[in-house]
């Protein structure tokens, strides 16, 4: 027999699978498919919606209506994403994949230009992940120096 329903004027208070905060959809399990799911499909309206402004407005507005429409959704309460699954990490990467197309592709630009932009900027996923780890890990001894150096006895590492 588990914990009886509050009850409210005489009728039980059922709990909901999921409830939105602030504009955060919250599931019981927390595990934030539907925030997700729900950031990533109206992004993509908007992206779509974006594209056909393309023709009628210049680069630096068009990066100002993708930043507003687009990227603003993908940050607002983003530090609820921490620790999310790859999957779930990859469909707002996409999101975020294609707004920077919408934004580097305009009109009948070409792409070879674009290429060769970008091709100047390509960092390996393994370098970034392990210049970022390595950074991250200077901050936080500094900050937590006690803890990290029982976190770097474990592993091995000199502390």
């Keep these: 027999m ?5 009850t409210f004027d005489g009728v039980p208070l059922v709990p909901a ?14 595990s ?3 925030q997700v799911a729900a950031t990533a499909k109206a992004a993509f309206y908007h992206l779509r919606l974006v594209g056909q402004l393309v023709p009628y407005l210049d680069r630096e507005n068009l990066a ?4 507003a429409t687009v990227t603003s ?11 999310l699954p790859m999957g ?11 707004a920077a197309r919408n934004f580097m592709v305009t009109g009948l630009q070409d792409i070879d ?6 091709h100047d900027i390509s960092v390996p996923l393994e370098v970034f992940e392990k210049k970022f780890k390595s950074l991250l890990i200077q ?20 502390p």
């Design 2 to 6: 588990g914990v009886p329903l509050p």
């Design 17 to 30: 699978a999921q409830v939105r905060s602030l504009g955060v959809l919250l599931e019981s399990s927390l």
């Design 32 to 34: 934030m498919e539907a």
């Design 64 to 67: 100002k209506v993708i930043h």
């Design 73 to 83: 959704r993908l940050d607002y309460c983003n530090a609820l994403y921490m620790g």
């Design 88 to 98: 779930l990490i990859r469909r707002l990467q996409l999101v975020q994949n294609a």
């Design 113 to 118: 230009k674009c290429r060769q932009q970008l």
């Design 139 to 158: 901050e936080l001894t500094k900050v937590f120096p006690e803890d990290m150096s029982k976190y770097k006895a474990i592993r091995g590492e000199d």
